[in-house]
């Protein structure tokens, strides 16, 4: 069984930095992707950034030069460094693995980002 802890979320005013970490814990084998996803209250659950275990990175037009999503495999980690928060941003984050042998996803429980003066 696959676990995933994310941590970092929080408030920041508008133009502020944070960084989102997230741990995954169990038995994994690569390749599996590593990352992000949020959702807005009233929205559907979005991809913001996500990277194969060969280090190609995908993400979202709208984040695009602000977020930057990277791994440690040997620590089963994933971070999303975030620049230039704006208020749109704020949603709560999931940290998410998808392991292609197995075909499955695993969740975070997610982590709250708050972006307000």
């Known amino acids: 069984q696959v676990q995933l802890v994310e941590s970092g979320g929080g408030l920041v005013q508008p133009g502020g930095s944070m960084r989102l970490s997230c741990e995954a814990s169990?038995?994994?084998?690569?390749?599996?992707?590593m990352g992000w996803y949020r959702q807005a209250p009233g929205k559907q659950r979005e991809l913001v950034a996500v990277?194969?275990?060969?280090?190609?990175?995908k993400s979202a037009e709208s984040v695009k030069g602000r977020f930057t999503i990277s791994r440690d495999d040997a620590e089963m980690t994933v971070h999303l460094q975030i620049y230039s928060l704006k208020p749109q941003d704020a949603a709560v984050y999931y940290c998410?693995?998808?392991?292609?042998?197995?075909?499955?996803?695993?969740w975070g429980q997610g982590t709250q980002v708050t972006v307000s003066s």
């Open positions: 998410n693995v998808y392991a292609q042998s197995s075909r499955v996803h695993y």
């Open positions: 990277i194969t275990s060969d280090g190609v990175t």
């Open positions: 169990g038995i994994l084998y690569n390749p599996y992707d």
